[in-house]
């Protein structure tokens, strides 16, 4: 799993590095380097559940079974392995990789960041350190609530003040992203499965939502909404889309973000 983990990564410096614009070397590396640094942490959590366990399987299954990590370790693994999967899922205050990477992404590669790679560290916090170190994640889990909430809060306003499309688009991905492990660290069978829910709903709307973005960029050549205005007379079909994507965001019945809430 961590090996795919990261292949997954590699690719993202090459499409946002190569193909993006404005401050694409700037983005690719910062993303690269920030991911890194959580995979450090990542590993050095993997090896531990591995040795500490016993040190004879590698199979998630099997040391779900096995359960005999001491308490004491796991409060020490624990935040490794949840800080580790939480920088991919934009916890704060590990996020800001992510609205410039999907700045100056390509609209395509937006689209396959939001809707799927951030998932990525949705299911790791969830399948590798929630499952695997549960003693700890009851006892720590205040400390990471914390965070989620302030991923939550400080992602709605920024995107609030933003003026570039991607940029509110981005960080209402980091407030999506924050109220999933908010979720998550709840640890009760509603919680956890609105949060999946919850991360199938944000990655088709918000991608969604890129692919609308890089239309309407296509036709106007600038995503600044100060120069947007009256485009529901232009490109009804584009602003038509734009709303349905929005009221999902929202949580609006009858649309997947409701049935997540």
């Known amino acids: 799993m961590f090996m795919f983990y990261e292949v997954a990564l590699i690719p993202m410096y090459l499409l946002i590095g190569v193909w993006g614009s404005g401050k694409k070397e700037y983005s690719a590396m910062k993303l690269t380097l920030m991911l890194m640094g959580g995979s450090a942490l990542l590993i050095i959590g993997i090896i531990g559940i591995y040795f500490f366990s016993g040190a004879t399987t590698m199979n998630i299954l099997e040391l779900q079974a096995l359960h005999n990590i001491p308490e004491s370790v796991q409060k020490v693994l624990f935040p490794f392995v949840f800080i580790g999967f939480g ?6 205050p590990f996020h800001t990789w992510s609205p410039d990477g999907h700045a100056s992404a390509p609209t395509a590669v937006s689209m396959l960041h939001a809707g799927v790679l951030m998932k990525l560290g949705g299911y790791g916090c969830f399948r590798i ?8 994640a009851h006892q720590l889990s205040w400390i990471f609530i914390i965070l989620t909430t302030i991923s939550v809060v400080y992602g709605a306003f920024s995107a609030c003040v933003q003026t570039d499309l991607k940029y509110i688009n981005a960080y209402s991905s980091v407030s999506h992203c924050g109220l999933v492990l908010f979720a998550l660290l709840m640890m009760t069978q509603t919680s956890c499965t ?20 890089g239309m309407i960029y296509g036709r106007t050549h600038t995503r600044d909404i ?11 079909f584009l602003s038509v889309g734009y709303v349905i994507a929005g009221l999902a965001n929202l949580g609006l019945p009858g649309f997947s973000g409701f049935v997540a809430r």
Do not use: C, D, N, Y
Request: aromatic share 6%; no cysteine; glycine share 12%.
């Open 87 to 92: 920088v991919l899922g934009a916890l704060f």
């Open 129 to 136: 350190a929630i499952v695997l170190l549960p003693e700890a």
């Open 194 to 213: 609105g949060a999946i829910l919850q991360m199938l709903s944000h990655g088709l709307m918000t991608a969604l939502f890129f692919a609308l973005i």
């Open 226 to 236: 100060r120069q947007l205005g009256g485009l529901m007379k232009i490109m009804p």
